[in-house]
């Protein structure tokens, strides 16, 4: 027989202990492959992480500056409908600080030489008698920096650097005040922090009163660092942002706030107007704030002159690489400097401007400016993206990011938001970051749904994801961690400020829209908006302005949700019901007991679903209770009880309970939790799908 | 000699292939199904639907509030499935020897077969994984490597492109690398030959015929894929994030043919292996 013959030939040619042998080797090799294929992985992964990230592991907060009132001025009573249209817009901005200056880049030293003028008015209710500069460069000065010894590394984008970056102020006079060198009486370095020099007091010879001017006359050097948090250069890329020296904000009432540049937080400064000049090599493409009013090229330098009103900062770029395309959107001139090959996110940078300045001019206000310059770095100088300016923004990603996600899109809009919330409404970054980067989210989110509906995030073939969905995930995890409302420097990492500040705010915001009525959200957030154009509001006023609109219940969920780590988590717990029963038994009747067999029920089934809140964010929801029969019913439940038996009558029995069945509480810690069923049904698409998978990887992985 | 016809008419062989693969899958699944099914998902009215919805909201919420369980699931998973891969190496051995066999051959003789080939097929395997996970280290180090000299001289786009380059000379050895492996495994169920001999008449087969081997073996590669691409077309019309069981029931047929469409693909290479190496001598 010829099979036999053959299973002989196979057991004669495998000794028992060439099997053995050859099993073990095989196994030994299996176990080095898999090594191997490890090592593979991490190498990839540590290859193509271009971008350093900050340790992941937690710190104890830096210490937090006395919580100010965050504005002395009282909101108004009302508000009003008159801010919901532009028609009371205001037009311009108090001048309390402006600033005309030149800057001389010397592209090989990576080193800017400064000069100009600043002109600032005491809009205090007192007279001062010290300013306060912020020298924010000199947070990449050394290690020992309040910045850069933070535990939490450099902060939100980049490492360290290898080089550093300081400024120099080499001369500072006021004209009033006989042009006497106010260096001499220049603090050497931040309060209380000998090894800081970020935030420096001047004091002055004299008083400045109240209403008075002051013209200072300065010279300074600035040496940019390797790009770190979003400023500095990389090669011939130069991204220069808090590179002069500028003024604290002075508050109504005589106080100046100022800190040090720290980790996560931002800025916060008076409005004025900007008239800078600079003058790089003539082969660099300069994208600066503002309008250029003066180009020309002189003995191999590029000077470009650039103003800009109503602003409270002022950001350049300047690199040889980058590509131009110019356009009218809006009524607005924007201009979108990117890197060669990068032209899938051009087409998606301009399409999220063609829809999103509109969409934010009309839901809170107008823009303003006549420019708009949006930067997109070199993949390389990625940590200087994603950042926002007065009229300049930064986005961001590798040349192919615009081929399968959402994310130049994403960052563009967010940062456009900016422009209102933080740039039209200067809030005080430092010690309410909710108000620019929460409200901004929220702001973001609506804005990135209306444009691209349920792939808002991803778009994959069959996956797609809403940002949404995301941003409430992350802030039901981090949600109890801690306060929404506190100081940047109060969050021990990034993680936590983006999730607490960014995510939950987006997310308490998205929940008010969808709870009270999403054009009733909209509404106040724009007169808010509308009203506090070039001032500084707290929080204390956005909440005002959303208690007018919205009314008392909304607003004490919203302080709640913001100030009092506020939760909420409806759940069901039970699903029951049973034949009706019919009345009978003995019943009083005039003195007589009558005996009744009772008479036919009006309903067959009666039922119940007991649902709980958990949390202490009272927000009113519905009940969808749905009979075998497929009959439903809707039942509206207040939520100001711990919880509530939904009653049910009906001819079939009851098969389910959801509450917030259209998914309206975002905040809804746990929405798994939100139905209850009689009867169990298998994850039938899940195991079909996962089966399927794991077949194709066993015909891959396996022989 | 052994051809094609022969090959294909080893449906029992194909069918235990197809049937060890089916409970594998199964056995992987089920860990994370069962995560699933106790994450309250399946209380609502549409039930696991709702993670296959655009937008992703449910699917998100299973993240979120299941994250932990869904780890373990994972793992169990992993471990599950690195289990069946290589237990999947008993029934594929009796699929070799039987397409490698002429004429009738009884349960209890393959099976003989099966496990006397076993140890061999396993080292085949194995060492054909650790080469594979070399050129991926070396693969993975030139990607890193070429980064810095690039992104100074051309832009983005080109310096990923310039790279994708460089991975093809080790994509190269890798097809060459499964071919050969391929090969080694028809010749020990043809010949029967010792591990080493395998290799030398894989690669006398090889280098007799380079262009059809080639050919031969990139062809189910590319039906493969296509096939798999066109099942994931159909499925996606049927839409199983709308309720109905029928949907989930046709969804599985189609990719169940989409898994026995793979096999016979890869029956197709192996009957031409077979004969390339048929026509080897062994030493």
């Known amino acids: 027989m010829q099979h036999d013959t053959a299973l002989d030939r196979a057991r004669q040619r495998t000794t028992r202990k060439a099997w053995w042998l050859e099993l073990a080797l095989g196994l030994a090799c299996l176990v080095l492959a898999a090594g191997l294929f490890r090592a593979a992985g991490a190498q990839l992964s540590v290859s193509s992480e271009r971008t350093p990230t900050p340790p992941g592991q937690d710190a104890p907060p830096l210490p937090v500056e006395p919580n100010r009132t965050p504005h002395p001025d009282a909101p108004p009573r009302e508000i009003g409908p008159k801010f919901d249209s532009d028609n009371a817009l205001p037009q311009h901005a108090d001048e309390v600080a402006s600033y005309w200056l030149k800057a001389k880049l010397d592209a090989d030293t990576h080193r800017i030489s400064g000069s100009g003028r600043i002109k600032w008015t005491n809009t205090s209710d007192v007279a001062v008698r010290q300013l306060w500069f912020h020298l924010y460069l000199n947070a990449f000065k050394n290690a020992d920096t309040v910045f850069l010894r933070s535990p939490f590394g450099a902060g939100r984008s980049g490492d360290k650097g290898e080089r550093w970056g300081y400024i120099d102020l080499k001369s500072l006079k006021a004209v009033e005040l006989g042009s006497a060198d106010l260096l001499k009486n220049a603090a050497k370095h931040s309060p209380d922090d000998p090894k800081d020099e970020t935030d420096i007091r001047v004091d002055l010879p004299e008083e400045v009163a109240a209403g008075s001017t002051l013209t200072l006359e300065v010279e300074w050097e600035s040496q940019l660092p390797q790009i770190i948090e979003r400023t500095g250069y990389l090669s011939d890329y130069h991204f220069v942002g808090q590179w002069f020296p500028k003024l604290a904000r002075l508050e109504r009432d005589g106080t100046w706030r100022h800190f040090t540049f720290q980790a996560q937080s931002e800025f916060y400064a008076d409005y004025g107007n900007y008239d800078v000049t600079l003058d790089v090599p003539e082969r660099f493409v300069i994208g600066a704030s503002g309008e250029t009013i003066e180009r020309r090229v002189e003995a191999g330098r590029l000077i470009q002159r650039q103003r800009v009103t109503d602003v409270h900062d002022f950001a350049w770029t300047a690199w040889p690489g980058f590509q131009q395309h110019d356009e009218v959107i809006d009524g607005v001139a924007v201009k979108v400097l990117y890197p060669p090959a990068h032209e899938r996110n051009l087409a998606d940078t301009l399409d999220a401007l063609r829809f999103a300045l509109p969409h934010f001019g009309k839901h809170y206000g107008r823009y303003p400016y006549k420019t708009l310059t949006v930067v997109h770095p070199p993949a390389y100088a990625v940590n200087s993206g994603g950042m926002e300016y007065p009229t300049l923004i930064t986005t961001g990603g590798s040349w192919h990011n615009s081929y399968w996600n959402r994310g130049v899109p994403g960052v563009t809009i967010h940062e456009l938001g900016h422009q209102w919330f933080y740039g039209l409404v200067g809030t005080d970054e430092h010690n309410w970051p909710f108000l620019d980067e929460g409200l901004n989210s929220y702001a973001e989110l609506v804005a990135m749904e209306e444009r691209y509906g349920a792939s808002s995030l991803v778009s994959l073939p069959s996956l797609s994801i809403n940002r949404s969905s995301v941003m409430r995930a992350a802030a039901a995890t981090y949600g109890e961690d801690d306060i929404v409302g506190r100081p940047a420097a109060a969050f021990p990492n990034f993680r936590a400020m983006g999730a607490l500040v960014y995510a939950r705010t987006a997310t308490i915001m998205d929940t008010l829209a969808r709870v009270y009525g999403r054009a009733n959200v909209e509404r106040a957030l724009g007169r808010y908006m509308r009203y506090y154009r070039f001032k500084h509001p707290g929080p204390r006023h956005f909440i005002a302005a959303i208690r007018e609109v919205l009314g008392d219940e909304a607003s004490q969920n919203l302080e709640r949700a913001l100030f009092e780590r506020g939760r909420v988590d409806y759940v069901i717990r039970s699903v029951d019901s049973e034949k009706t029963q019919k009345a009978a038994g003995v019943f009083d009747d005039g003195g007589r007991h009558t005996v009744s067999a009772g008479d036919p029920p009006e309903h067959d089934y009666t039922g119940r679903a007991l649902v709980y809140r958990h949390g202490d964010l009272k927000l009113p929801v519905q009940v969808l209770l749905v009979a075998e029969d497929g009959t439903r019913s809707v039942h509206d439940w207040d939520g100001r009880s711990a919880w509530v038996e939904i009653q049910y009558h009906g001819s079939s029995p009851l098969a389910y309970a959801v509450v917030d069945p259209e998914g309206r509480v975002a905040l809804d810690e746990d929405p798994l939790n939100n139905a209850a069923r009689n009867a169990s049904t298998p994850a039938s698409r899940t195991r079909e799908r996962l089966t399927y998978a794991a077949q194709l990887a066993l015909g891959l992985g396996a022989p | ?283």
């Open chain 2, 1 to 283: 000699m052994i051809s094609a016809e022969d090959a294909y008419r080893r449906p029992g062989a194909l069918a235990l292939v197809y049937a060890a693969r089916l409970c594998a899958g199964w056995l992987v699944a089920a860990p994370i199904v069962a995560a699933v099914n106790g994450s309250g998902l399946l209380s609502f009215p549409q039930g696991d639907a709702t993670l296959f919805m655009a937008g992703g909201d449910s699917l998100v919420a299973l993240f979120q509030t299941s994250s932990r369980f869904l780890v373990s699931a994972l793992r169990e998973s992993s471990f599950a499935f690195c289990l069946a891969a290589a237990l999947g190496l008993v029934p594929y051995a009796f699929w070799l020897s039987a397409l490698g066999h002429s004429g009738r051959l009884g349960l209890g003789e393959a099976a003989g077969l099966a496990i006397a080939r076993l140890p061999r097929l396993l080292l085949l395997s194995a060492l054909s994984l650790v080469l594979s996970g070399i050129l991926a280290v070396l693969a993975a180090l030139t990607w890193g490597a070429l980064y810095d000299p690039l992104v100074a001289r051309v832009n983005e786009r080109s310096v990923d492109l310039w790279r994708l380059a460089s991975l093809l000379p080790f994509a190269a050895l890798w097809i060459w690398l499964s071919m050969l492996t391929d090969l080694g495994r028809a010749a020990v169920v043809q010949h029967d030959s010792r591990f080493r001999q395998s290799l030398r008449v894989a690669w006398r087969a090889f280098k007799a015929q380079k262009l059809v081997m080639l050919s031969s073996w990139l062809s189910p590669w590319l039906w493969g894929v296509a096939l798999i691409a066109g099942g994931a077309l159909i499925v996606e019309r049927i839409a199983v994030d709308q309720t109905g069981g029928w949907r989930v029931l046709l969804a599985w047929l189609l990719h169940q043919l989409v898994i026995v469409g793979l096999l016979l693909l890869r029956a197709s290479w192996y009957t031409k292996a077979l004969r390339g190496v048929g026509a080897q001598p062994v030493e």
